[in-house]
Structures are given as C-alpha cells and as structure tokens.
C-alpha cells in the first residue's frame, strides 16, 4: 500500500535527531542491527516505507563499508545533505567505538575464560535469529518485486546453495545472480 502524497511523512527533525536516532540505533546491535534498522526506520519512527528499506538496504549491501553505516548516511543525505550524512555516520559510529575500545580493554583481561566463550557463541545464535525474523518480516514487501515472488524465491535458493552448500565465494554468487535479477527487473519494467 502507497502512502498517501497529501499527508506529510514523518522525517527527522533536525541533525541531532539523525544523530541521537542512529546513536541509538546502534547501541542496540551486537554482530549487525539490520532487524533492529529495519523495525525502528520502517515501522516505529516510519521515515522509510518497507520498500524504501529494501530498495535502500540493496544499495547499502553492494557499496563497500558496514551495510547499516551506508543506510545510516544515505537517509542523513536525503534530509540534511552532507551535514545529515556526517551526523547519522557520528551517530553510527562515535559512542559505539568508545563502548568497543572499553570492552576491548576488558575482553583482553578475561578472554581465557569460559563463561565469556559461551556469552560469545549464545550472541551469535541471536543474531542469526534476528536477521531470520528480519528477513521473513520484510518477505512481504516482495509481492511488488517487478521480477515476481518465485524468480526471488529461486535466487535466494540458488544464492543459499552457492555460498552454504558449493561453498562458492559470496561476490561470485552476488555479482551473478545480481545480474540476473537486475537483467531481468529491468526487462519487466520496460514493459
């Protein structure tokens, strides 16, 4: 469903609201925040629609640098320009380095210790669930994919097979189902 044109669409603030708001966003994250992106720009603070979130997300995927930092500087530029980009990258990055470098510091004194291993894995397994819901929470937003619900659902297959099954390198995988997918969005949508 479209937004309507004539109501006017939640948007940041101002500069330090891009910078508290993606502050925030990042603190939330252990291993990615992709889920939590999605959930907080798409459905809590609503300054994307789900597929700006894809359409942005794809973007972010394919330039080099951390997917979620791309996203953050590409909504900063679209309401603010440069000085927007340079805030929601601050708030991304500023406060989560500090909290890094600390916990650094303490991994350092008790890396040996078996507790810490197990809180390690036990963030891992989470992480791999959040992306999973985040993944089936955003599998709607492909019924108005131009290439069709069963040629994604045969890419991804295919991309799972290449990289888990074949154990192919992922920018191989990428670079050629993306070409297709693109050839064949972009065939669909000339018609």
């Given at each position: 469903?479209?937004?309507?044109?004539?109501?006017?669409?939640?948007?940041?603030?101002?500069?330090?609201?891009?910078?508290?708001?993606?502050?925030?966003?990042?603190?939330?994250?252990?291993?990615?925040?992709?889920?939590?992106?999605?959930?907080?720009?798409?459905?809590?603070?609503?300054?994307?629609?789900?597929?700006?979130f894809i359409e942005d997300w794809a973007v972010a995927q394919?330039?080099?640098?951390?997917?979620?930092?791309?996203?953050?500087?590409?909504?900063?530029?679209?309401?603010?320009?440069?000085?927007?980009?340079?805030?929601?990258?601050?708030?991304?990055?500023?406060?989560?380095?500090?909290?890094?470098?600390?916990?650094?510091?303490?991994?350092?004194?008790?890396?040996?210790?078996?507790?810490?291993?197990?809180?390690?894995?036990?963030?891992?397994?989470?992480?791999?669930?959040?992306?999973?819901?985040?993944?089936?929470?955003?599998?709607?937003?492909?019924?108005?994919?131009?290439?069709?619900?069963?040629?994604?659902?045969?890419?991804?297959?295919?991309?799972?097979?290449?990289?888990?099954?074949?154990?192919?390198?992922?920018?191989?995988?990428?670079?050629?189902?993306?070409?297709?997918?693109?050839?064949?969005?972009?065939q669909r949508l000339g018609k």
């Open positions: 469903m479209s937004p309507d044109p004539a109501v006017p669409r939640p948007q940041p603030k101002s500069v330090r609201d891009l910078f508290i708001s993606f502050t925030l966003l990042a603190l939330q994250g252990f291993g990615g925040v992709q889920a939590i992106v999605q959930m907080e720009l798409v459905e809590r603070k609503r300054w994307l629609t789900h597929e700006e394919i330039m080099p640098g951390p997917n979620v930092v791309n996203l953050s500087m590409m909504i900063g530029n679209r309401y603010f320009g440069l000085a927007g980009a340079m805030a929601a990258l601050a708030g991304m990055l500023a406060l989560p380095l500090l909290i890094i470098l600390l916990l650094a510091m303490v991994y350092g004194q008790f890396a040996n210790h078996p507790g810490v291993a197990g809180a390690l894995r036990g963030m891992s397994a989470v992480t791999a669930g959040m992306i999973i819901a985040s993944g089936l929470r955003l599998f709607p937003a492909l019924k108005s994919n131009p290439i069709g619900l069963a040629i994604c659902g045969l890419l991804c297959a295919l991309c799972f097979a290449g990289v888990a099954l074949l154990h192919l390198p992922l920018a191989y995988v990428l670079l050629g189902l993306g070409s297709i997918a693109c050839t064949l969005a972009y």
